[in-house]
């Protein structure tokens, strides 16, 4: 396992500043339940990644996201702004962010020597979206390899309509780590991470950290949801 880990290349997929720009949804978004959960995070009106809704006022993302990649300086939360269920120019709701929490293990390092396993922050909006708009995702703490998942996300190839790629799997795991067969774009940072599992409605395992090369196969890595969130979302609540 150790070995595998050291073979993996990773960069985060946070976009670049500009990097944005529109394309068309992957066959299926709509056919996916609670999809709408799923949303944009714009950040400082530079950048983006994707944040998911697990509860009604609380976002789950990568903590990577809140730093400026190039200058390595924390972005100001309230500079954020929260897209759920965007899809062309028009979201299910849209917030601002009056709060983040990281993962208490979580350093910022600058892209190329990205850290893994704690890549996770929780944010506060400045108002609750009602379940009665959007119902927040159902979580899992039971990821393991082999598992069918699929990721949505917004990436600067689709960066105001969701790309959801299926059927893709978890390679490895080492601790908190993921690798999965998912291909990912910049932007993703933070996408969900979906367990799929025929005739359920699907749970949020994992959030997208980076994506990276395993010698001439691209994979992405992911941190493992675990009851440590539990902790973070009652300080950013």
């Not at 595998?4 to 709509?30: E, I, N, T």
């Not at 979201?91 to 709060?99: D, E, I």
């Not at 994979?219 to 950013?236: H, K």
Request: hydrophobic residues 40%; aromatic residues 6%; contains cysteine.
């Amino acid at each position: 396992m150790k070995r595998l880990f050291a073979l993996v290349a990773a960069c985060f997929v946070a976009s670049m500043p500009g990097g944005a720009r529109a394309g068309d949804p992957q066959f299926g978004v709509k056919s996916l339940p609670g999809w709408e959960a799923v949303g944009r995070l714009n950040i400082s009106g530079r950048s983006m990644c994707t944040g998911s809704l697990i509860a009604p006022n609380l976002v789950l993302t990568a903590a990577h996201c809140l730093f400026d990649p190039a200058t390595g300086r924390a972005v100001d939360p309230k500079t954020i702004k929260f897209e759920a269920g965007l899809m062309g120019r028009r979201s299910k709701a849209a917030r601002s962010v009056a709060k983040a929490v990281l993962h208490p293990g979580y350093e910022f390092r600058r892209p190329g020597k990205s850290q893994i396993g704690s890549d996770i922050a929780v944010l506060r909006l400045s108002k609750p979206i009602s379940s009665n708009e959007i119902q927040p995702l159902a979580m899992s703490w039971k990821a393991d390899r082999g598992d069918s998942v699929g990721v949505l996300s917004y990436n600067y190839t689709h960066a105001t309509r969701p790309n959801l790629e299926r059927s893709c799997q978890v390679l490895a795991k080492q601790k908190s780590t993921l690798v999965m067969s998912c291909r990912v774009d910049f932007g993703a940072s933070g996408a969900p991470v979906l367990e799929v599992i025929p005739g359920r409605v699907p749970k949020l395992i994992s959030v997208i950290s980076a994506k990276a090369a395993m010698g001439n196969k691209r994979v992405s890595i992911g941190t493992a949801l675990d009851s440590s969130l539990w902790r973070l979302m009652q300080m950013a609540g």
